[in-house]
């Protein structure tokens, strides 16, 4: 198992976190030469900068801004959809095909049991190195990964399984392919399946919350989200290059749009902040999923005893009243 100094060495550090980087690297050599210097003593200046490293990483994370809250849900070594199928899911069967073009890996989904629940679970996965992020298409579906969302919500209806999505991507993919067969025309079916079951779905926001890609799976009745996850209508570089023809006016477009969760939760578009550890979900990925298994198990708890109209009534009065108190 690695060490603290490995660690740190080993992490991937955003731009605005320099300042920690700095910290912990050092922190990383005086341990490093302790374990060499048997006879030199130098734990208390080890303390000390930890201490200042630790405070530098929540004055950065206390004051992030949208961008910086962009690069956080885009960071490498966040946790994805398996991770969180890994803790959270047990006996998990994936089930793959639209049963009319293909398999699409950038969405998985399939059997498995919640807290001792069985449900049917489906999310993005972006692939957590080069061969797994070619392989998942970093996340951006294609219409036979929407027609399998949809295969398999169909299913769980049919079952009365609670349906938990997983949201992670920056967008349904936009290539030639995807859209001679029909991309647009699967998002929205896979909307309109999302909105016409009835069994509750839960769905968390665990990163990106791209455009269309997203809502696709994730109009639910309860929309959770991480602290520093994204929730976006395009992409900050795509809304810049429309409205201005100036994709480095990104940070400008994710300011301007509220794609974070604080103010999503404001406008009513989420319904519950998922806390992450200091520092983002990468730092620890356990502590992460557990908080967002917690609170998976208290929202779906609240539709225990309800009825499928009832649930499918709560979930298309929630869309309904999205912006009415603005």
């Known amino acids: ?23 912990e690297s050092k922190v990383a050599e005086l341990r490093s030469l302790a374990e060499e210097e048997d006879k030199m003593s130098i734990s208390d200046e080890i303390a000390k900068l930890e201490v200042k490293a630790h405070e530098a990483l929540k004055s950065i994370y206390s004051n992030l801004s949208p961008w910086q809250k962009t690069q956080v849900a885009r960071h490498p070594d966040r946790p994805h959809f398996s991770d969180y199928v890994d803790q959270l899911i047990d006996d998990f069967v994936p089930l793959a095909g639209d049963r009319n073009f293909g398999e699409d890996y950038a969405i998985v989904g399939g059997l498995g049991r919640f807290d001792d629940r069985p449900v049917m679970v489906v999310g993005h996965e972006k692939g957590s190195d080069t061969e797994k992020r070619i392989k998942h298409n970093f996340g951006m579906a294609r219409p036979e990964g929407y027609r399998k969302a949809v295969r398999l919500m169909n299913m769980a209806n049919r079952f009365n399984l609670p349906i938990i999505s ?11 392919g995807a859209e001679e067969r029909g991309q647009a025309e699967a998002i929205a ?19 990106e919350g791209g455009s269309g890609g997203a809502v696709a799976i994730a109009s639910a009745n309860k929309v959770l989200m991480l602290e520093h996850a994204i929730y976006t209508v395009a992409s900050p570089e795509a ?34 902040i998922i806390s992450e ?36 009534s709560h979930r298309h009065d929630k869309f309904l009243q999205i912006g009415k108190n603005l």
Not at 166 to 176: K, L, Q, R
Request: hydrophobic content about 45%.
């Open 1 to 23: 198992m690695a060490g603290a100094g490995e660690l740190a060495h080993m992490r991937t550090y955003l731009d605005f976190e320099k300042p920690i980087a700095e910290l």
């Open 166 to 176: 997983f949201v992670d991507t920056a967008g349904a993919y936009p290539g030639i």
């Open 189 to 207: 079916r896979s909307t309109d399946c999302c909105l016409s079951v009835e069994v509750p779905i839960i769905a968390a926001v665990i990163g």
């Open 239 to 272: 809304a810049a290059s429309i409205l201005w023809r100036d994709s480095s006016r990104a940070k400008d477009a994710a300011t301007n749009m509220k794609i974070t969760a604080q103010d999503l939760e404001a406008l009513g578009v989420i319904d519950r």
């Open 277 to 312: 550890p200091l520092g983002g979900a990468h730092r620890e990925k356990v502590q992460a999923i557990f908080e967002t298994g917690i609170a998976i198990q208290q929202v779906l708890d609240e539709f225990d005893g309800m009825s499928g109209p009832e649930i499918r």
